[in-house]
Antibody, heavy 119, light 107 residues
Framework: EVQLVESGGGLVQPGRSLRLSCAAS????????MHWVRQAPGKGLEWVSG????????GYADSVKGRFTISRDNAKNSLYLQMNSLRAEDTALYYC????????????WGQGTMVTVSS | AIRMTQSPSSFSASTGDRVTITCRAS??????LAWYQQKPGKAPKLLIY???TLQSGVPSRFSGSGSGTDFTLTISCLQSEDFATYYC?????????FGQGTRLEIK
């Protein structure tokens, strides 16, 4: 079964850092691009960042550029999101998702991990 | 960034109805458009990609059309399980962007 499982979320103070992880199983991880998408409570979907299969192509939303860093470890079938200088507006459920190419539709999503930024 | 605008933002319909949701891109995106369905407390589910290609396992009552800047998602005969929120997404260029969502409610 194809599965994506996010972890690492929690309550963090403004200005602090957090690292999210996404463990992939059931497919050949290094054949696919990966993405992070977030959803603030009661709001719509916002793409955060994406990375190609070999990390050669990376993109970020303007809202997180310079603060968040996406990375992947194909040997560990894992995707990461390092989030620095967190703000209240980063509070959201963070999903990881896979796509056949870095600019492609997201065919499988995880269930998400919640990040709450509050003092 | 390419802005995606969906209409309507919400509406009510009855089981058996034919419904259409529209999505407009602020610039041409060829056919690099996907539609997702999201139910409360669940992750989004891919319905359609490349504007009109049905994802494997998605019922044939769902269909998509359009290219360039104007796109539509049609559900030919609403079923109870179709009441959800629908999002369009462009993947023509970074940053990838979503529409604001269309909430489909039971009348």
């Amino acid at each position: 079964e194809v599965q994506l499982v996010e972890s690492g979320g929690g309550l963090v103070q403004p200005g602090r850092s957090l690292r999210l992880s996404c463990a992939a199983s059931g497919f050949t991880f290094d054949d696919y691009a990966m993405h992070w998408v977030r959803q603030a409570p009661g709001k719509g979907l916002e793409w955060v960042s994406g990375i190609s299969w070999n990390s050669g192509s990376i993109g970020y939303a303007d809202s997180v550029k310079g603060r968040f860093t996406i990375s992947r470890d194909n040997a560990k079938n894992s995707l990461y999101l390092q989030m620095n200088s967190l703000r209240a507006e980063d509070t959201a459920l963070y999903y990881c998702a896979k796509s056949p190419g870095d600019l492609d539709a997201f065919d499988i999503w995880g269930q998400g991990t919640m990040v709450t930024v509050s003092s | 960034a390419i802005r995606m605008t969906q209409s309507p933002s919400s509406f009510s319909a009855s089981t058996g109805d034919r419904v259409t949701i529209t999505c407009r891109a602020s610039q041409g995106i060829s056919s690099y458009l996907a539609w997702y369905q999201q139910k409360p407390g669940k992750a989004p589910k891919l319905l359609i990609y490349a504007a009109s290609t049905l994802q494997s396992g998605v019922p044939s009552r769902f269909s998509g059309s359009g290219s360039g800047t104007d796109f539509t998602l049609t559900i030919s005969c609403l079923q109870s399980e179709d009441f959800a929120t629908y999002y369009c997404q462009q993947y023509y260029s970074y940053p990838i962007t979503f529409g604001q969502g269309t909430r489909l409610e039971i009348k």
